[in-house]
C-alpha cells in the first residue's frame, strides 16, 4: 500500500482512481463494508482504490478537548486498511489551510488535480469546504460536470443498531467488549513501545510490560484478559489501562500488561495487546498490600482463562 503525507506530494496517478473520505477510527465494519464496494469498483473501473484520511482529525483540530478518544492510532489504521486491500492512502494535514480552502476549490485542487478522480463514495451526510459549506448533492453536481461518479455509503447495522466509531466506544468504556468486538470485526487492540516504568509492579511479584500509549486517553479503563504475540508466540495475560489511582504517578494514562509464563527482556518492542474480557474496573486501594492481594487475584483469573485451570488449584 502506498502511503502519500500531504497535498504538496500528491500527483495524479495517470489511470485515476477511485476513492473515498474519512476518518476511518477503528476500521470497523461499517468502514470494511465501504472498502470492500471500493476494491470492487477499483476493479471494475481498473483503477487503483484510494483512502483520504485527516491529521488530526477534524474535530481534534476544531476542538481539542471535547474531540472523541481515538479507537486506533494513525499506524494501527493505516496498517488495518492495509489489510482490507486498500493500494493507497492520502494522508492530509487539517491545518487552516485546508480548513479555509472552499468546497469548490477542494474538489478541484484534492479530488480532480490531485486524485484524478473517477469514483466516489461518501456517507449521504458528508460536509466538506470552508463552514462545511459543501454536501453530498454538491459532489453529484461536480461529478456530473468533471466524469466522475459519487456513490452514498450504505449503513451497516447489527441487531438493527447503527455501527459506528462513537457507539464502539461507548461500549468499550462501559466494558462491553463483546459488542465492540463485533461491530469491529475483530478482538480490540492497542499497541506500543515497551517503556521503563517505575517497575513497582515487579517489586509486587508480577511484572508488567509498560506499553506507551501515545494518546491523550484511551477508549477503556481497567483490569483485563488480554493476550499478546510475541516473535509468532502467542502469550496470554493480563493487563492494566488507566490512571493507576493507588500510586503516584504522572497523571497520565498506563498500560501495563503481565504476560504468563514469560520472563524474557521486551523493552524496546512494539507489542499489540488483544483484549478479550474485562475483570474489574479500575479502583484505589487503601495500601500497596490490598493492590497486591488484586493483582494475585487478577492473575489466577488470568491463568484459569488461558491455562484452563479452576481458580481453587492455582
Keep these: 500500500m502506498q502511503l502519500v503525507r500531504g497535498l504538496h506530494n500528491l500527483s495524479p496517478l495517470p489511470q485515476g482512481c477511485v476513492a473515498t473520505i474519512g476518518n476511518f477510527d477503528g476500521v470497523h465494519l461499517?468502514?470494511?463494508?465501504?472498502?470492500?464496494?471500493?476494491?470492487?469498483?477499483?476493479?471494475e473501473l481498473r483503477v487503483p482504490s484510494c483512502v483520504v484520511i485527516f491529521e488530526p482529525q477534524p474535530r481534534e483540530y476544531f476542538a481539542p478537548e471535547q474531540a472523541p478518544v481515538r479507537l486506533t492510532r494513525l499506524r494501527e489504521k493505516?496498517?488495518?486498511?492495509?489489510?482490507?486491500?486498500?493500494?493507497?492512502?492520502?494522508?492530509?494535514?487539517?491545518?487552516?489551510?485546508?480548513?479555509?480552502?472552499?468546497?469548490?476549490?477542494?474538489?478541484?485542487?484534492?479530488?480532480?488535480?490531485?486524485?484524478?478522480?473517477?469514483?466516489?463514495?461518501?456517507?449521504?451526510?458528508?460536509?466538506f469546504g470552508c463552514d462545511r459549506a459543501g454536501d453530498f448533492d454538491f459532489l453529484v453536481d461536480a461529478g456530473r460536470i468533471n466524469g466522475f461518479t459519487v456513490e452514498a455509503a450504505t449503513t451497516v447495522e447489527l441487531d438493527?443498531?447503527?455501527?459506528?466509531?462513537?457507539?464502539?466506544?461507548e461500549a468499550l468504556a462501559s466494558g462491553d467488549l463483546s459488542l465492540a468486538n463485533r461491530m469491529l470485526g475483530r478482538p480490540y487492540t492497542l499497541s506500543g513501545r515497551v517503556l521503563h516504568g517505575q517497575k513497582l509492579a515487579r517489586q509486587l511479584g508480577w511484572p508488567t510490560a509498560n506499553v506507551q500509549l501515545k494518546r491523550r486517553l484511551p477508549p477503556m479503563k481497567g483490569v483485563y484478559l488480554v493476550n499478546v504475540d510475541i516473535h509468532g508466540q502467542i502469550r496470554g495475560g493480563v493487563a492494566n489501562i488507566g490512571l493507576r489511582p493507588t500510586v503516584k504517578g504522572d497523571g497520565r494514562p498506563h498500560l501495563e500488561v503481565h504476560l504468563l509464563e514469560y520472563a524474557g527482556d521486551l523493552y524496546g518492542q512494539h507489542l499489540t495487546v488483544v483484549f478479550h474480557r474485562k475483570l474489574r474496573d479500575e479502583q484505589r486501594f487503601a495500601s500497596l498490600e490490598a493492590l497486591k492481594a488484586a493483582i494475585d487475584a487478577d492473575v489466577a483469573a488470568a491463568r484459569a482463562y488461558w491455562l484452563g485451570q479452576p481458580l481453587d488449584e492455582i
Design 160 to 169: 438493527g443498531m447503527r455501527i459506528s466509531s462513537t457507539r464502539i466506544r
Design 78 to 127: 493505516l496498517e488495518l486498511l492495509s489489510r482490507a486491500g486498500v493500494d493507497r492512502v492520502v494522508c492530509l494535514a487539517f491545518n487552516r489551510r485546508l480548513r479555509e480552502l472552499s468546497a469548490r476549490a477542494f474538489i478541484d485542487q484534492v479530488l480532480i488535480q490531485g486524485l484524478g478522480i473517477k469514483h466516489l463514495e461518501v456517507g449521504d451526510d458528508f460536509r
Design 30 to 43: 461499517g468502514h470494511q463494508a465501504i472498502l470492500a464496494r471500493l476494491h470492487e469498483r477499483a476493479i
